[in-house]
Every structure is written in structure tokens, then in C-alpha cells.
């Protein structure tokens, strides 16, 4: 029953819920179970049952065992997608307080209040854990989700069930305690909830949820015993179409690819040659180039652990550092890019008395310690809940307050520095028409704009334009190519772009030829072989 229950449980939702909805089936396969499971043999007091989906201990117990209560821990593996055998446990006494509970994903325990309501009974102590909720389908939850589109509303927590030779335990003088750690860390207004099998449909009634969102774990009490989970509500809207989804990963893995090498030779380039290294503005961009470069590394590595929607394939401390690299990395590229549109400010706008001592040392400590503070609080702070168990990138309010909210100051920053910037570029004398000399300086300027707007990374505002439903697959579409080539828009705007740099390549592309291709004589025997070869062709 234990296997055949597992293999249901890998079903479609879709599948499920539609049988939930003709004859119950889901729900029946429950009660099945659990009535198998409490007249099933039992060696030596217990009788273990674990497959992926479905565990089950079976304890033969008695009043005076009962009394002392018992202690249940159960947890998935590391890539979550099977019950750990290892840490799912029955033990008697109450261990809510041990190392042992902060560890497992649900902890619950039975109170020796048990004992008065079998007073003087022998019988089967069933506890059944469940890693999906594929079993109990809420038809009523399914509906409500499809008429809400700002969250969806979810079964967030491994499932837990406990029962007493398979009779209803109610109004029990001592609290069931359970403990949950949510799979989701993005969910908001916890509600304990307990299965109930004659409305179908997951129910408060008789759970109170003791600890607010914000908790690393979520504490519930309940006068019953059945089957027990945590309701949230998960806001970020729905995901895009698989076929959408897979065609932003591919042009994010050629794009980040593409501005890593583009990157990488810009950095070559400037950081191995006097002249363009020792200036400042070149300074700034040979350490925006080097953050960018952290994080298009961090961002691939993130993209190829995720190798499936909505599955954990990293353990949680491998996952927090890869996040915390990420974040790191975002904020450091921010900064420096306010550091270029303070240096673009005080170049284009102040012009005189604009001259700051150290300036690379005080950026420098700006904008490589900061993010460092930033994300050292945001990971204390939030602990466990700091990345997301999906895919290894902050959770929602990591995000939000060590993310967005700098990047957004950031950006309201450089948005009025690249507004004056661009205004003093443009400022040109009116009613008068343009010269050759003065329309090639338009243009110039413009193409300067444009370099300071990729530069100063306007193109992550559009990040927040996500927000919008309607268009969030477009906007998320122009996100992924704009910031995923910036890297390679910075190396052909500030390498192949300028002459300068061009020049640089040129010699050093002769001084790697052989002599004999470099020498006058070599090069001019070389162009009169080419000439008359050409004018034989054309005489033939």
C-alpha cells in the first residue's frame, strides 16, 4: 500500500485533481493506507515503511508508552526528491528542544495526554509522512487560485499524519505540536491546517498557527490527531510557458558566454597596457568590468544547478554561498556603476573644481565594501530562509531589502546624473544649422550618451517592470538579452570602438608576426605578387 500510494503520488496535479473531483480517489487512497497500516504485522513493537514519497512507522504501544509522549522528525534529502530515511524518526519523550528538531523540515509531537483518551488501551501508533501534497487535492483551493492572479494559494510544507489504531483522536486535553519549515521561503499568512476527509478540503478548524511569516519555522497546535500542513500564500506571479522559459535559458547561457569573453578581453586589454590603465575613468571600468565578470561566473553556475522547475538540487549552505556570490557580485557592479556616473558628473557637469584626492581608493572601498555589509546583513538576518530552495537566488525579502531597494537607489542616482549628463552633451546653440564638423560632434556625443547609458545600467530598471502581468514575458525577454550582453556591449563600445585600443592590438598583432612579414621590402614584394597575380587574372 505504502509503494502504491508513492506512485499515485507522482501523478499529475491535473490528473489527481480531476479524480479527487469524480470519486474522491486521492482521498481514498489515504484512508486505505492508513487502515492498512493499522492492522499491519509488527516485529518487535515497530514495522518501518519508506519509499520517496510516503513513509510510515507503525509502533505497537501501550498507556503507560503513550504517557511519556513521542517525538516525530522527518526531512527530505539533500535534492529533495525523496524522504530521508535516515531522518525520519520516532522517539519517545518530548525532543522539540534537541539540535535534532531545528534540523528536520517537520517535527511533530504527540502528547502524553494520548494516554487519557485510550485509557487502558494496547494499539497501533501510525505516523505517515508525506514529501508532495499530491494526495490531498483541494478542489476548492484550485478554484480560488484561478480566480486570483497575485498569489497562488499552496499547500507550502511537507505533510505529516498521525493516528491511533485508525480512530478519531479529537479534543484532545494537550496540543499536538508541529513545526514546519516551509518548502517555499516566499510565502506569506501561514494558516495550520489539518486534512479533513469529510469536506474533502484542508481545514484550520481545530489548529492554531503559533509564529508569523517572518519565522524560520512555522509552529502550529492542534486538539487532534490527522494528517497536518501549512497553507501560504505564494506571490510572484505564474511561470512563464515552458517553451518561453527554455528560450530566455538558452540566450542567457550565449549571452552570459558571449560578455564573459568580451570581458575578459577588455580587462586584458586595459589592465596590460600603461597608457589605458592610468586613467581613472579607465580604472572604473576595468573594476566594473571585473564585477560584471563575478557575476555573469556566479549566474551560470546558478542556471546550470537548476536543471528543474520548482526541484531542489542543492543543499541549503552550498545554495546560500552561490546566492550570496550573486548578490555580491549584482551590488558590486551596481556601485561601480555609480561610481562612473559620479566620475561622468563631475567630467561632464562640474568641469572645474571637481578634482577628489584618493578617488579610486575611497570608490574602491565604496563600492567593494558595501556590498560585502550588505550582504553580511542580509544573510544574518534571515538565515535560513536567505535563499530560495528552487533555484539559488535570495528569497523574496533577501531580495528585497538587499537587492532591489539598492539597486533602485542606485538607479534613481544615476538617472539624474545621466539626465544632466546627457543634457550638457546635447547643449547646443539654437536656430543655427550644422556644419559637417558640428554634426559629426552630435553624433559623437550621442554615441557617448549611449555608452554612459550602458555603462550606468539603466537597462536593470526594467527588471522591476516585471511586476507588470501582462507584460511580464516581454519585459523579461528585452531584461534577459539587454543584461546578459552588457558585457560584450562594454567590450565593443570601450575596445573595438576606439581607436585608441585598436591602435594597441594593431601593434601588438605585429610584434607577434615573424620579422620577415613586418620588413618594408617583405611587405612590398608581398602587394606587387597580389598586384600582378590580379591583373593576370584580368587579362586572362
Known amino acids: 500500500m505504502v509503494e502504491i500510494a508513492d506512485n499515485i503520488a507522482v501523478l499529475p496535479d491535473e490528473q489527481l485533481g480531476m479524480a479527487e473531483e469524480e470519486n474522491s480517489s486521492p482521498s481514498r487512497v489515504v484512508l486505505a493506507l492508513e487502515a492498512q497500516l493499522a492492522v499491519v504485522e509488527v516485529e518487535n513493537d515497530s514495522s518501518r515503511f519508506v519509499e520517496a514519497n510516503v513513509a510510515a512507522e507503525v509502533l505497537d504501544v501501550t498507556t503507560k508508552g503513550i504517557s511519556q509522549g513521542y517525538t516525530v522528525f522527518m526531512a527530505v534529502t539533500d535534492d529533495g526528491e525523496s524522504i530521508s530515511d535516515e531522518d525520519f524518526k520516532v522517539e519517545g519523550g518530548d525532543l522539540t528542544q534537541e539540535p535534532e528538531a531545528t534540523q528536520a523540515q517537520v517535527t511533530l509531537f504527540i502528547p502524553s495526554g494520548l494516554a487519557d483518551k485510550f485509557s487502558g488501551r494496547r494499539g497501533r501508533l501510525v505516523i505517515t509522512t508525506y514529501r508532495v ?85 512555522i509552529e502550529c497546535e492542534c486538539n487532534h490527531l490527522t494528517n497536518f500542513g501549512v497553507l501560504m500564500d505564494i506571490y510572484g506571479g505564474e511561470h512563464l510557458p515552458d517553451d518561453a522559459d527554455f528560450i530566455l535559458e538558452i540566450i542567457s547561457y550565449v549571452g552570459c558566454l558571449i560578455s564573459i569573453l568580451g570581458l575578459v578581453l577588455t580587462i586584458l ?26 557575476l555573469y561566473v556566479a549566474f551560470l553556475v546558478m542556471i546550470s544547478v537548476d536543471t528543474e522547475r520548482d526541484v531542489t538540487e542543492l543543499s541549503p549552505l552550498p545554495c546560500a554561498i552561490l546566492s550570496a556570490f550573486l548578490q555580491y557580485f549584482t551590488l558590486a557592479a551596481i556601485f561601480w556603476m555609480a561610481v562612473e556616473g559620479y566620475n561622468m558628473h ?195
Open 133 to 217: 501534497p499530491s494526495l490531498f487535492q483541494d478542489t476548492g483551493i484550485a478554484q480560488f487560485n484561478q480566480d486570483v492572479e497575485e498569489f497562488n494559494r499552496t499547500l507550502n510544507s511537507r505533510i505529516i499524519s498521525a493516528s491511533f489504531n485508525n480512530e478519531k483522536a479529537e479534543d484532545l486535553s494537550e496540543p499536538v505540536r508541529i513545526s514546519f519549515t516551509p518548502v517555499n521561503p516566499n510565502g506569506t499568512n501561514a494558516r495550520c491546517v489539518s486534512w479533513d476527509f469529510d469536506d474533502k478540503a484542508w481545514s484550520q478548524r481545530g489548529c492554531n498557527t503559533k509564529s508569523s511569516d517572518s519565522s524560520d519555522m
Open 269 to 294: 586589454t586595459y589592465a596590460t597596457n600603461k597608457k589605458l590603465r592610468d586613467r581613472k575613468p579607465n580604472q572604473i571600468l576595468l573594476s566594473l568590468s571585473c564585477a560584471l565578470l563575478g
Open 346 to 540: 563631475n567630467l561632464f557637469v562640474l568641469v572645474l573644481n571637481a578634482y577628489l584626492p584618493r578617488f579610486m581608493k575611497k570608490a574602491s572601498l565604496i563600492a567593494w565594501g558595501c556590498p560585502l555589509l550588505i550582504v553580511g546583513i542580509t544573510a544574518g538576518a534571515s538565515r535560513q530562509y536567505y535563499a530560495q530552495t528552487d533555484f539559488c537566488f535570495p528569497a523574496l525579502w533577501p531580495l528585497i531589502c538587499g537587492l532591489l531597494i539598492p539597486i533602485g537607489v542606485v538607479m534613481i542616482f544615476n538617472v539624474v546624473i545621466y539626465v544632466r549628463v546627457l543634457m550638457r552633451l546635447n547643449k547646443t546653440v539654437k536656430g543655427r544649422h550644422l556644419d559637417k564638423t558640428e554634426k559629426r560632434q552630435r553624433i559623437r556625443r550621442f554615441q557617448n550618451a549611449v555608452c554612459i547609458w550602458i555603462l550606468m545600467g539603466l537597462t536593470w530598471s526594467l527588471g522591476y517592470l516585471s511586476i507588470i502581468q501582462q507584460a511580464s514575458a516581454l519585459v523579461q525577454g528585452i531584461f534577459t538579452v539587454l543584461n546578459s550582453l552588457q558585457g560584450f556591449l562594454i567590450f565593443m563600445l570601450y575596445c573595438v570602438r576606439q581607436p585608441q585600443v585598436r591602435e594597441i592590438w594593431r601593434s601588438q598583432s605585429i610584434s607577434c608576426l615573424p620579422k620577415s612579414f613586418t620588413t618594408p621590402s617583405a611587405a612590398s614584394s608581398s602587394y606587387g605578387n597580389v598586384v600582378y597575380s590580379a591583373d593576370s587574372n584580368l587579362s586572362a
